[in-house]
């Protein structure tokens, strides 16, 4: 099962940390960890080439698991405040098409919020 955990501040999105794999089907042919591979990465590229923001991002070569923080997303980092609006909105809409994926791949994916503060 892939297990991920998004990070909220405030009650603003700012990362998330992705474990495991999702058992879907056999490796090249899993449909599911291919989308939200396919995801994750567009979201940290979006975020780091669109937005022009730096995402502090760790992608472990052996297990696979990720963990995104984008302090962009959040005022005390990030004066512009259209920036910020847009790097949380996009971590908003994954976590939210996680989610809806969640009420058909349930046995596969699990998804959680925490509130938690980016320690310096």
Do not use: P, W
Request: proline share 0%.
């Amino acid at each position: 099962m892939t297990r991920i955990t998004f990070y909220k501040s405030n009650g603003v999105f700012y990362g998330f940390e992705e474990k495991g794999h999702t058992g879907y089907e056999e490796a090249g042919r899993d449909i599911l960890c291919s989308a939200i591979s396919a995801m994750t990465m567009l979201i940290i590229n979006a975020i780091e080439v669109s937005y022009g923001s730096d995402a502090d991002y760790i992608i472990d070569e052996e297990t696979t698991d990720i963990k995104l923080i984008a302090r962009g997303a959040l005022e005390r980092f990030e004066s512009d405040e259209k920036k910020r609006y847009a790097i949380a909105g996009l971590i908003l809409a994954y976590y939210e098409q996680l989610k809806e994926l969640t009420e058909e791949y349930y046995e596969y994916l699990s998804v959680d919020v925490l509130e938690k503060e980016i320690v310096e």
